[in-house]
T-cell receptor
Framework: KAGVTQTPRYLIKTRGQQVTLSCSPISGHRSVSWYQQTPGQGLQFLFEYFSETQRNKGNFPGRFSGRQFSNSRSEMNVSTLELGDSALYLC?????????????FGPGTRLLVL | AQSVTQPDIHITVSEGASLELRCNYSYGATPYLFWYVQSPGQGLQLLLKYFSGDTLVQGIKGFEAEFKRSQSSFNLRKPSVHWSDAAEYFCAMRPGRETSGSRLTFGEGTQLTVNP
């Protein structure tokens, strides 16, 4: 099976712009989670989607949003970008939500905000 | 609140030496526990996981970890380190119940350097 794919892999934006990142989960996986990784804050949970519904949300401002489509692909959007949004954004998928499920991570999208 | 602590930010070992990376968690019940490894510019690769049962779990690349409830620990070990093991290692946890969702709480990470 193909792994989790994320597009684009690299992105440069300027402050105030918005950005959309995409994640395609492993075939058959219905849960998709997003994480932000920065040197200062480490790995932080953004949100989880399962069957097109947001199941969990981390402690991030409303500028961060996401959605999931019927084929389980997910997008996250960041509006009004700030310098501090520069990070590696990781997507993870699992067959189900919670329980004895393992999450598999994609390679990430590296976002640089200038 | 739940948390994961990795006390060692950076560890250096010689190739062929044994390795132990420490992980402590804070949670009121038995959690699900994971170790992931990240190479520069890459995503996270799962090394091993603990859900229940045997407290000594085997993973990929010759790694193992032991869950010790009394110490709230899940330390990662490898008997003989290879130069290719140089990477950053993350311990993570999730509440150990079916309805907890997939949200992982990560430790700060331990950067492993391997000397030839």
């Amino acid at each position: 099976k193909a792994g989790v794919t994320q597009t684009p892999r690299y992105l440069i934006k300027t402050r105030g712009q918005q950005v959309t990142l995409s994640c395609s989960p492993i075939s058959g996986h219905r849960s998709v989670s997003w994480y932000q990784q920065t040197p200062g804050q480490g790995l932080q949970f953004l949100f989880e989607y399962f069957s097109e519904t947001q199941r969990n949300k981390g402690n991030f401002p409303g500028r961060f949003s996401g959605r999931q489509f019927s084929n389980s692909r997910s997008e996250m959007n960041v509006s009004t970008l700030e310098l501090g949004d520069s990070a590696l954004y990781l997507c993870a998928s699992s067959p189900w939500t919670g329980g004895k499920e393992t999450q598999y991570f994609g390679p990430g999208t590296r976002l640089l905000v200038l | 609140a739940q948390s994961v602590t990795q006390p060692d930010i950076h560890i250096t070992v010689s190739e062929g030496a044994s390795l132990e990376l420490r992980c402590n968690y804070s949670y009121g019940a038995t959690p699900y526990l994971f170790w992931y490894v990240q190479s520069p510019g890459q995503g996270l690769q799962l090394l091993l996981k603990y859900f229940s049962g045997d407290t000594l779990v085997q993973g990929i690349k010759g790694f193992e970890a032991e869950f010790k409830r009394s110490q709230s620990s899940f330390n990662l070990r490898k008997p003989s380190v290879h130069w290719s093991d140089a990477a950053e290692y993350f311990c993570a946890m999730r509440p150990g119940r079916e309805t907890s969702g997939s949200r992982l709480t990560f430790g700060e990470g331990t950067q492993l350097t391997v000397n030839p």
